[in-house]
């Protein structure tokens, strides 16, 4: 099943973070994206789960109100995420822009892209997609970097 939206030729991909300017400038509640998925803690798929250098950049930055403390009960493991609004929207997402761009979350820093073991590089849809917009590969290491980041994250948590 594809959605044909991800294009990659002569090293560069058919997408460009617009940052700020996207017009939803946070990519909103995650829930969505997790229709054929299952995980073991039965987390809600809209969580920003933080890494400790995520939390620690937060807290000193003087955001430590946007951050609260998850519990698996599955695993009797403790965890740091992003606080969500009602509707399941970030509450670092203020007046239509993310108020922490500069410091966000890995998970923030690497979205679209994630990486599955099966398929290697996936990307969730997002209005950066767009055969007007070409970025080299290269350029989106730092992005790659913080879905590996992620990745290992969850490795560590079940196994530590």
Same mark, same amino acid.
């Given at each position: 099943?594809?959605?044909?939206?991800?294009?990659?030729?002569?090293?560069?991909?058919?997408?460009?973070?617009?940052?700020?300017?996207?017009?939803?400038?946070?990519?909103?509640?995650?829930? !969505?994206?997790?229709?054929?998925?299952?995980?073991?803690?039965?987390?809600?798929?809209?969580?920003?789960?933080?890494?400790?250098?995520?939390?620690?950049r937060?807290?000193?930055?003087?955001?430590?109100?946007?951050?609260?403390?998850?519990?698996?009960?599955?695993?009797?493991?403790?965890?740091?995420?992003?606080?969500?609004?009602?509707?399941?929207?970030?509450?670092?997402?203020?007046?239509?822009?993310?108020?922490?761009?500069?410091?966000?979350?890995?998970?923030?820093?690497?979205?679209?892209?994630?990486?599955?073991?099966? !398929?290697?590089l996936?990307?969730?849809?997002?209005?950066?997609?767009?055969?007007?917009?070409?970025?080299?590969?290269?350029?989106l290491?730092?992005c790659?970097?913080s879905?590996?980041?992620?990745?290992?994250?969850?490795?560590?948590?079940?196994?530590?």
């Amino acid at each position: 099943m594809s959605n044909d939206f991800l294009k990659i030729s002569n090293g560069k991909i058919n997408f460009c973070c617009m940052k700020n300017y996207c017009q939803n400038s946070c990519c909103g509640p995650y829930s !969505s994206i997790s229709k054929n998925l299952d995980n073991i803690d039965k987390r809600p798929f809209d969580e920003i789960v933080l890494t400790s250098e995520d939390y620690d950049r937060i807290y000193k930055a003087g955001y430590a109100y946007l951050m609260e403390k998850g519990f698996s009960k599955e695993t009797g493991k403790i965890y740091y995420k992003m606080a969500l609004e009602p509707d399941g929207t970030c509450k670092a997402f203020v007046g239509g822009k993310c108020s922490i761009q500069k410091i966000k979350p890995t998970l923030c820093d690497a979205f679209p892209f994630y990486f599955d073991m099966f !398929s290697g590089l996936c990307a969730i849809q997002c209005e950066g997609f767009s055969d007007k917009y070409w970025t080299e590969l290269s350029s989106l290491k730092n992005c790659f970097i913080s879905a590996k980041k992620m990745y290992e994250f969850w490795i560590d948590f079940y196994t530590n």
